[in-house]
Structures are given as C-alpha cells and as structure tokens.
C-alpha cells in the first residue's frame, strides 16, 4: 500500500545539525513532488519545504529558508531534510507527505498521502 | 506571503448540526485551496482540494466552496468522528501557508 514512514528525530541541541527521512513505498515515488510539514506541540501546521520531482527545484518556508536544505533520492525512494543551526522553535513534530497529482502538478494539489511524523526536540 | 485566516478558531456543536467553517487568503489564491481534518496524535487527512473537489472516501456530508480570497469548508449532519480540527491550506504560491486551524468540539 502507499506509505510514507519518517525516521531520524530526536533530541538535539540548539545550534546543531540533524537530517529527517522518509521513505516512500506503493507508488512511482520519481513522479512526484514532496513536501515537509511541521507542527509544534499544541500548535497548528507549518509548511516547511516542497522538492521537485525531478530535483530540480526547491522551496523553503521563510523561518527555515538558509538552514534546512530538501533533498531526495528517487533510486532509493527517500526523501530528507536536512536541518542545521536548529533553534529551540524547530521543535515539532516533522511530516512528509505527497501531493495528489503527479509532476509539476503536484505544486497545486493538496497533499494526500501523508507519514506518521518524526519528533524532532530543539533543547540544551 | 499569503497569509490564510481561518474563522472561528474553536467551535461547539451537536451531533447532526450542520457547520461551516471560513478561509481568507490575504490575495486572491483562485481556486488553490485545500481542507484537512486533522484528529489528535495523527497525520493530517486531505478531505477537500482546488476548493471544492471532494476526496475519495471522505463522506458527502462534507463540502468546499469559494474562489479568490473566501473560502468555506460545511459539514452537514455532523457525526461523532467530525469532532477535530480543520486547517486550510493554499497551494497557489510559496510558501504553502496553511491557516491557523479551527477546532471543532462536542458541545
């Protein structure tokens, strides 16, 4: 079945660097955008970063712009996040999740298939 | 950035109420709008998408409409699972800003 499954949160302290996973399976994961989701405890979502299908584009929310970095490997069917100088408000609970429609479609559409997330904990 | 303000924040009704819940885009966003319902300690699921296009499997008592920079999510005949909480979402540019949320509660 399609499924998305994060790994690699933790504890980390401010200023240190940490990468995200997420594996895809059930699906053509090379034929489409993905994107990161975040949502801090008792807080609502936060759009962080969508990845082209191809690679060859990226976009970042304004509050991780410079310090997160989205890649992906479509031989492996894995998608990451790649997060440095971390603050104590990167503390949340990190999704990655897949738009509805394929290529560059996939930029308008809503997001349908979504992982479990990943507790990523920013503290001294 | 496009700013999404979702109203009200918290809501209380009773089974089989109807509700609707408004999104405003700071710029018109066309029809790039989607609805998430999202229950405590689990993923987000997309219900509505490009506005009004229903999900598969997500029941017909919930419906999208609007264009531009209004948008309402209306869920007729609320049924116990409906109790959670609601975000907007526009896709029209980036960043992919979502609204703040609106959570709905068993009155």
């Known amino acids: 079945q399609v499924q998305l499954v994060e790994s690699g949160g933790g504890v980390v302290q401010p200023g240190r660097s940490l990468r995200l996973s997420c594996a895809a399976s059930?699906?053509?994961?090379?034929?489409?955008?993905m994107h990161w989701v975040r949502q801090a405890p008792g807080k609502g979502l936060e759009w962080v970063a969508v990845?082209?299908?191809?690679?060859?584009?990226?976009y970042y929310a304004d509050s991780v712009q410079g310090r997160f970095t989205i890649s992906r490997d479509n031989s492996e069917n894995t998608l990451f996040l790649h997060m440095n100088s971390l603050r104590a408000e990167d503390t949340a609970v990190y999704y990655c999740?897949?738009?509805?429609?394929?290529?560059?479609?996939?930029?308008?559409?809503?997001?349908?298939?979504w992982g479990q997330g990943t507790t990523v904990t920013v503290s001294s | 950035d496009i700013q999404m303000t979702q109203s009200p924040s918290s809501l209380s009704a009773s089974v089989g109420d109807s509700v609707t819940i408004t999104c405003r885009a700071s710029?018109?966003?066309?029809?790039?709008l989607n609805w998430y319902q999202q229950k405590p300690g689990k993923a987000p699921k997309l219900l509505i998408q490009?506005?009004?296009s229903l999900q598969g499997g997500v029941p017909s008592r919930f419906s999208g409409s609007g264009f531009g920079t209004h948008f309402t999510l209306t869920i007729t005949s609320l049924q116990p699972e409906d109790f959670a909480t609601y975000y907007c979402?526009?896709?029209?540019?980036?960043?992919?800003?979502f609204g703040q949320g609106t959570n709905l509660e068993i009155k």
């Open positions: 990845i082209s299908f191809d690679e060859t584009n990226d």
């Open positions: 979402q526009q896709t029209y540019s980036t960043p992919r800003t």
């Open positions: 059930g699906f053509t994961f090379s034929s489409y955008a």
């Open positions: 999740a897949r738009p509805s429609a394929t290529g560059t479609s996939g930029y308008y559409s809503g997001l349908d298939v």
């Open positions: 490009n506005g009004f």
């Open positions: 710029e018109t966003i066309s029809s790039y």
